[in-house]
């Protein structure tokens, strides 16, 4: 089957410690994001991929990073100078930089200890 | 930049009934207007779209409207069933060359079915 993975499902962070949330795709899209989702907000944008080797900063990017070394990978880490990590992290991915349509993996919730 | 504004974040309604939920966008240049249905403990689903140019789409019991003039647009669930029960996004998307990343997002409408 095609989709989007997103590992692990459940993720815990202790105070000052950077953390990885993995997100692979067999669709062979272009581009991948990655969204922030906290309860009862909207989706918000922290970086996306439109090619490999090259990302943008998204509205909320401060105290993350990403990669973008392979079309099928966009690992994201959440460092010790985000605050307040605890959310519900989506990667998602588009079939090429100038196509709207999005497919979303299943969610990593991240919480702090 | 655009804000999109989603009205109720709850909605229940009987089983067999419709449902309706609005979203409102603030820039007249938006001209890509998704939804997408969220099931507990997964990942939003793209469910129906509409670009600027056209005002109504169906896709079975669901349809969206889109009224350019008064920049709102609006999600219509006929006969629904249990398995409609999710929280549903709109969107609106204003960049001119297209792309997932002009998309911003409403807060999302709780839809809850009642058997």
């Known amino acids: 089957d095609g989709g989007i993975t997103q590992s692990p499902k459940y993720l815990f962070r202790k105070e000052g410690q950077n953390v990885t949330l993995s997100c692979e795709q067999n669709l062979n899209h272009d581009a991948m994001y990655w969204y922030r989702q906290d309860p009862g907000q909207g989706l918000r944008l922290i970086y996306y991929?439109?090619?490999?080797?090259?990302?943008q900063k998204g509205d909320i990017a401060e105290g993350y990073s990403v990669s973008r070394e392979k079309k099928e990978s966009f690992p994201l880490t959440v460092t010790s100078a985000q605050k307040n990590p605890t959310a519900f992290y989506l990667c998602?991915?588009?079939?090429?930089?100038?196509?709207?349509?999005?497919?979303f993996g299943s969610g990593t919730q991240l919480s702090v200890l | 930049g655009e804000n999109v504004e989603q009205h109720p974040s709850t909605l229940s309604v009987q089983e067999g009934d419709s449902a309706v939920i609005k979203c409102t966008y603030s820039?007249?240049?938006?001209?890509?207007f998704p939804w997408y249905k969220q099931e507990l403990g997964k990942g939003p689903q793209l469910i129906i779209d509409?670009?600027?140019?056209?005002g109504e789409k169906k896709d079975q019991r669901i349809a969206v409207t889109l009224n350019k003039t008064a920049k709102h647009f609006s999600l219509h669930i006929t006969e629904t069933q249990p398995e409609d029960s999710a929280v549903y996004f709109c969107?609106?998307?204003?960049?001119?060359?297209?792309?997932?990343?002009?998309?911003?997002f409403g807060k999302g409408t709780h839809l809850i079915i009642q058997p």
């Open positions: 998602a991915s588009s079939i090429w930089q100038h196509n709207e349509k999005l497919f």
């Open positions: 969107a609106a998307s204003m960049t001119s060359g297209g792309g997932a990343d002009g998309l911003t």
């Open positions: 991929s439109q090619i490999v080797n090259d990302f």
């Open positions: 509409i670009r600027s140019n056209v």
């Open positions: 820039d007249s240049a938006s001209n890509y």
